[in-house]
């Protein structure tokens, strides 16, 4: 079993960044893929970014080069650092976990965080 708890939304301006932190808890963690995937209002959720436990990571087209998922195995936590943030970002980010990469990118994950709200508005 794992457990996700996500923080660090909020709201900011265009242009801002924020980071995002997902703690997990479960003894199997660093075997596990873990993704954030977003909901915006009216839209479908879609995967923002995945990471390995070795380390690879995959993004979306529309976040690459402003957002960057890391993980620390030790601390269990993934987190996701967003920068240049534009309203189309606004929405319910959501920490996921999954022993399959192919879940992960096709979401039929195995755990989900209940999300955290990021609203980008001047």
């Known amino acids: 079993q794992v457990q996700l708890v996500e923080s660090g939304g909020g709201l900011v301006q265009p242009g801002g960044s924020l980071r995002l932190s997902c703690a997990a808890s479960?003894?199997?963690?660093?075997?596990?893929?873990m993704g954030w995937y977003r909901q915006a209002p009216g839209k479908e959720r879609e995967l923002v970014a995945s990471?390995?436990?070795?380390?690879?990571?995959t993004y979306a087209d529309s976040v690459k080069g402003r957002f960057t998922i890391s993980r620390d195995n030790f601390k269990q936590t993934v987190d996701l650092k967003m920068n240049s943030l534009k309203p189309d970002d606004t929405a319910v980010y959501y920490c996921?976990?999954?022993?399959?990469?192919?879940?992960?990118?096709?979401?039929?994950?195995?755990?989900w965080g209940k999300g955290t709200l990021v609203t980008v508005s001047s």
């Open positions: 996921a976990a999954d022993t399959s990469l192919w879940d992960i990118r096709h979401g039929s994950v195995d755990y």
């Open positions: 479960g003894n199997i963690f660093s075997a596990v893929v």
């Open positions: 990471i390995t436990p070795a380390g690879t990571t």
